[in-house]
């Protein structure tokens, strides 16, 4: 699954004129590669990252995913895109306090019409993959931060994506735990899943694929 | 469909019993509404059953011809004596009108005494006309009614009245209040058909006792006629041993039969008023169809009051239910938004909120018709102010109605969760 962008704009509402938090960024990102965002507080790392996974809408520019223009896609086609082909793992875990490791990593499945036995037995083998079997019906609560951002990769792997979409997943994580969250997303992308991973470690970084480093809303290499 | 409506009646369900509190706040008013609907539903029903039954029993064209107490006069000598409308001039328009059903005349005396084998008890006598049968009093008759025959030759002879078995809450109010009643007592021990008896001191045989219905199965109709009296005598029998009272003044009642007719059967007997004794104004002629229609329209007028209260208590209780969803919505934006990031859309976003507050909805509906049933029917029993027809489409329709509230109500903080960008929800503290 192809990411081309190009020229993309992005201005958030307030002030005179706004506050411009993409300024023309044009890149290309081919299946299977692992790229690495860098870049200063408020450059708009995690502004391109909502924007590529279709959770916001660019101000200006053209955004193709795999050859789609996605300006043109409906709100059901952009959350039936999200649910199938991408995957989110977000800095602060954003799972559901309320609900069990299981039915966190269930939610996507429900959305994409499962259910039943198959359901909770997908997301069992989710949770297991990642190392969390036996741990199905605890809450994040009761989880540690590895183990919660460890649901949140099975979460984001419930409906077998092509991409998966990083935003510091080792931001709020010890050094063992984002040193295991690393590797699995590493396997991953041994497995042809391309990662896109906003971070600010420059080591971690070093080790993708590729980096896009960004400042002022703009890509400087 | 059907799985993602699951799914968020499923979530809906959680959320409601997540937050019990702020659940019960919201369902509370709709229940109220409930309550109201249910009871103005079984109000209307009643009025129209009661309405039915009457004309069943006995027809509405009904009136009373009654002694006009309002008669002026411009001086004290115009005054003359009011003339009595009495036994013949009942018979007399009784020949000139035999197309009625009935023309009953009754003259009442409240206290008299019988005796029976030794004992004395106090029992109320009503002089009456072979047509008092034809009214509105529903009884089993064993032995046999007066006849014209008792009446021309002022037989001593009587029926007597037994009372039906109170209902249940009745039963218990009397036993808290009452010792009881002798002559009830009497006529369930005794079985005096064909026995004599003495009413104030004058042998009569008794030739029939009425049983009155069971209480169940009594009309309520809007003459809501409900039998006081006793013991039943011929009018002419009671006249001539000064037994009831009256001056030979009787209340007529007339049944006019068919409804569509009753316009003519009102002129007849006014006309008849009019030959019979002249200009003077002596008699009223109670029309008691308008008196019916009267009633039956405060009736329905007093339900729909109701329903109209109802309607406030659902209106108060779906506004409850949009301030609590859109308080949800603004408590679980950042949920929204995870929702969203994982492939929720609009719709799936919009189908939650409206589930879970329709959910509250029904909860409320089904809360309240269970209440309203609770003091329809039992409550309203044991208070002695007799069950409502509650019947089973009644709650369904409210239930259908605290629903439809809900969901009109959580169209928009649903619609308010649902345009919330994924990005903005997921940077929601």
């Known amino acids: 699954m192809t990411i081309h962008c190009s020229d993309l704009a992005k201005v958030y509402e307030g002030g005179k004129s706004g506050w411009p938090a993409l300024r023309g960024i044009s890149f290309g990102i081919k299946p299977g590669e692992f790229v690495s965002v860098t870049g200063p507080s408020g450059c708009g790392k995690s502004t391109l990252l909502n924007i590529i996974g279709l959770l916001d809408e660019p101000t200006g520019g053209a955004y193709r995913l795999n050859g789609r223009d996605v300006f043109t896609l409906s709100d059901e086609e952009r959350s039936r895109t999200r649910r199938d082909e991408i995957g989110f793992v977000f800095q602060s875990f954003h799972l559901l306090n309320r609900l069990s490791a299981l039915e966190n990593v269930c939610l996507p499945l429900r959305y994409a019409g499962a259910g039943g036995d198959d359901m909770r037995a997908r997301a069992a083998s989710l949770l297991a993959r990642v190392g969390l079997h036996g741990k199905e019906k605890k809450t994040p609560l009761e989880l540690s931060g590895g183990e919660r951002q460890r649901v949140a990769i099975a979460r984001a792997l419930a409906n077998s994506p092509k991409i998966i979409l990083a935003d510091e997943p080792t931001g709020n994580l010890d050094s063992a735990s984002s040193r295991e969250i690393m590797d699995s997303l590493f396997a991953l992308n041994a497995e042809g899943i391309t990662i896109v991973m906003v971070t600010h470690d420059k080591e971690l970084a070093a080790r993708t694929g590729r980096n896009i480093r960004m400042r002022d809303g703009r890509i400087e290499s | 469909m059907i799985r993602a409506l699951l799914n968020a009646a499923r979530s809906g ?306 506004i409850g239910i949009m301030n609590v969803t859109l308080a949800t919505v603004f408590a679980r934006t950042k949920e929204i938004g995870i929702r969203r990031a994982v492939g929720a859309s609009r719709s799936d976003i919009m189908l939650q909120f409206m589930v879970e507050a329709v959910l509250l909805g029904l909860i409320g509906g089904v809360l309240g018709s269970a209440l309203g049933w609770l003091w329809g029917v039992p409550l309203k029993v044991i208070l002695g102010m007799g069950a409502s027809p509650i019947k089973p489409w009644m709650p369904l329709i409210s239930i259908l109605i605290a629903a439809v509230t809900a969901f009109a109500f959580a169209i928009y903080p649903a619609w308010v969760a649902a345009g919330l960008k994924p990005a903005d929800a997921l940077r929601a503290e």
């Open chain 2, 13 to 318: 369900a959680a959320e409601i019993w997540a937050h019990k509190t702020r659940s019960i706040l919201s369902f509370l008013a709709i229940a109220v509404g409930s309550v109201v609907f249910i009871d103005a539903f079984s109000a209307i029903f009643h009025t129209y059953e009661r309405l039915e039954k009457q004309r069943e029993f006995s027809g509405l064209a009904r009136m009373r011809i009654i002694q006009n107490q309002a008669a002026s006069y411009s001086s004290p000598d115009d005054y003359v004596e009011p003339p009595s409308f009495g036994y013949d001039q009942l018979k007399k328009l009784r020949e000139q009108a035999p197309e009625f059903h009935m023309i009953s005349g009754e003259a009442r005396s409240w206290r008299n005494v019988m005796e029976y084998a030794g004992e004395r008890l106090v029992a109320s006598v009503a002089g009456v006309t072979p047509e008092w049968m034809k009214r509105d009093f529903g009884y089993t008759l064993r032995g046999r009614f007066f006849n014209w025959h008792d009446m021309e030759e002022k037989l001593r002879v009587c029926v007597l009245i037994r009372r039906a078995p109170p209902p249940p809450a009745e039963k218990i109010y009397r036993k808290a209040y009452s010792t009881g009643n002798a002559f009830d007592t009497l006529l369930t021990h005794n079985d005096l058909l064909g026995k004599t008896v003495k009413i104030d001191g004058i042998t009569f045989t008794v030739i029939g006792v009425a049983e009155e219905f069971p209480h169940s199965k009594r009309l309520q109709g809007f003459s809501g006629y409900r039998e006081q009296t006793k013991v039943l005598i011929p009018v002419t029998t009671g006249a001539n041993y000064g037994i009831v009272r009256g001056g030979g003044q009787l209340e007529v009642s007339i049944d006019a039969g068919p409804e569509a007719g009753f316009d003519d059967a009102l002129r007849k007997v006014n006309n008849f008023l009019k030959i019979t004794f002249g200009d003077g104004d002596f008699f009223l002629v109670e029309n008691q169809l308008e008196e019916i229609r009267k009633n039956m329209a405060a009736r329905l007028k007093d339900a729909f009051v109701t329903i109209s209260l109802g309607m406030l208590a659902f209106i108060a209780g779906g």
